[in-house]
């Protein structure tokens, strides 16, 4: 079976290649993110193979059926890039990799929340230029903080338990509590009073119409004044607008991304010989207390393995008539 690999870096051509050898899976490899553009791309395999920043919409979706792809693979968790009515009109079955490995994820988001309060990023350089000074590093013990965390799916319950192991005490806000976490002492608050009590608020829940810009001014407005903010999920749930005006009022004190509502023409690719075109991008850059990474937070050798083998394995299920494995078939919920 030919598969078309979009947006492949070489990290994913060395381990999806090495979880499909010796199967009968022929792939081409494809440098160009999936649209309705590149789809032609896809001319004679049977199934293409997407990641994070892949815009499957509707069009893109009529091009490949039309190319004879029979079947979507995502090697992500997330599928709010994927116009899932359109692929159930065109018999185009979804899978995805609904767990590669939460503690990466939830480990990279701890790692910001660090950073951001004891200015890591800060210290590093200044040590490198022979600065040893102390003044403007000053941060905060997590011990004691207050730290909201919104989604407690996989990754958002792994936060929670990493911050309770820090001593804070933890909120959190999901339609469906996990009794484990209640147990060990996670509040389950409505989402406004999470935003109004925490001193550290993260991110993990999928994005969906209703979650859009989930951090708007208006859930900017009822934070604590110095709140930190960290989004490791989708960058359409924050209003980057908005937090920019949070940060220059002070209400916003650090601000923590490994997502960004635009990153599809920024991240994965190297641009440091030319110039970043978003203004509202590079607005964020200015600013010394925030940080942002790169779409990473998934980014581990372990994770890496698990995406490639469970994207293997549903390929295979296709191939052999089986019954497929993490398939999609309903829009995200907040």
Request: a negative charge.
């Amino acid at each position: 079976m030919r598969v078309a690999a979009f947006s492949i870096q070489p990290y994913d051509r060395e381990s999806l290649a090495a979880a499909s050898a010796g199967l009968p899976l022929e792939w081409t490899w494809l440098e160009p993110r999936l649209d309705a553009r590149t789809a032609r791309l896809a001319q004679g395999a049977t199934a293409v193979n997407c990641f994070v920043n892949d815009d499957l919409d509707a069009a893109a979706l009529e091009a490949l059926a039309a190319a004879g792809v029979r079947l979507v693979t995502l090697r992500c968790a997330g599928f709010n890039q994927v116009d899932l009515a359109a692929a159930a009109r065109l018999g185009l079955p979804v899978t995805r990799v609904p767990e590669y490995s939460p503690h990466a994820v939830a480990e990279h988001t701890v790692g910001l929340i660090l950073m951001l309060d004891r200015k890591l990023h800060k210290a590093y350089n200044r040590v490198r230029e022979g600065n040893f000074a102390l003044d403007g590093l000053l941060g905060f013990d997590l011990h004691g903080r207050t730290a909201g965390v919104v989604g407690t799916g996989r990754i958002g319950r792994r936060v929670a338990e990493i911050l309770l192991g820090f001593g804070c005490r933890v909120l959190a806000h999901d339609p469906h509590p996990p009794a484990d976490l209640v147990a060990r002492g996670v509040a389950f608050v409505p989402l406004d009073e999470l935003f109004a009590s925490s001193d550290v608020i993260t991110l993990h829940c999928p994005l969906s119409p209703t979650s859009h810009h989930m951090i708007d001014a208006r859930a900017l407005g009822l934070m604590k004044p110095g709140v930190m903010l960290v989004n490791t999920s989708r960058g359409g749930l924050v209003d980057t607008r908005a937090v920019i005006h949070g940060l220059k009022s002070g209400r916003v004190g650090h601000l923590g991304l490994d997502v960004y509502e635009e990153e599809a023409d920024l991240f994965f690719a190297d641009h440091s010989n030319s110039i970043i075109h978003d203004d509202t991008f590079t607005r964020l850059l200015t600013f010394p207390n925030v940080v942002v990474t790169a779409h990473q937070a998934f980014f581990t050798k372990n994770a890496l393995d698990a995406i490639a083998a469970q994207t293997v394995r549903n390929l295979m299920h296709f191939q052999r008539g089986e019954p497929l494995e993490a398939t999609v078939t309903q829009p995200p919920s907040a």
